[in-house]
């Protein structure tokens, strides 16, 4: 299963951890994915789905 939230599309992000001496070393920045139920209101049931955090915070708040 591949690492990308199924409702926003969101992937990892390349970046830079940089040291106290201002080396830069190449790492990822991954997302959080949680595997959560929704209901979903076109097939009347719950269907499972790999969704990011930020993406379950917006739909608790528009229900």
Same mark, same amino acid.
């Given at each position: 299963?591949?690492? @990308?939230?199924?409702?926003?599309?969101?992937? #990892?992000?390349?970046?830079?951890? !940089?040291?106290?001496?201002?080396?830069?070393?190449?790492? =990822?920045?991954? !997302?959080?994915?949680?595997?959560?139920?929704?209901?979903?209101?076109?097939?009347?049931?719950?269907? @499972?789905?790999?969704?990011?955090?930020? #993406?379950?915070?917006? =739909?608790?708040?528009? =229900?």
């Amino acid at each position: 299963m591949s690492k @990308k939230c199924q409702l926003t599309g969101k992937v #990892a992000n390349n970046g830079y951890a !940089v040291s106290h001496s201002h080396k830069r070393t190449k790492k =990822l920045q991954k !997302v959080n994915l949680q595997h959560k139920k929704v209901w979903s209101s076109g097939q009347n049931k719950w269907v @499972k789905m790999l969704i990011s955090t930020k #993406a379950i915070k917006t =739909l608790t708040q528009t =229900l």
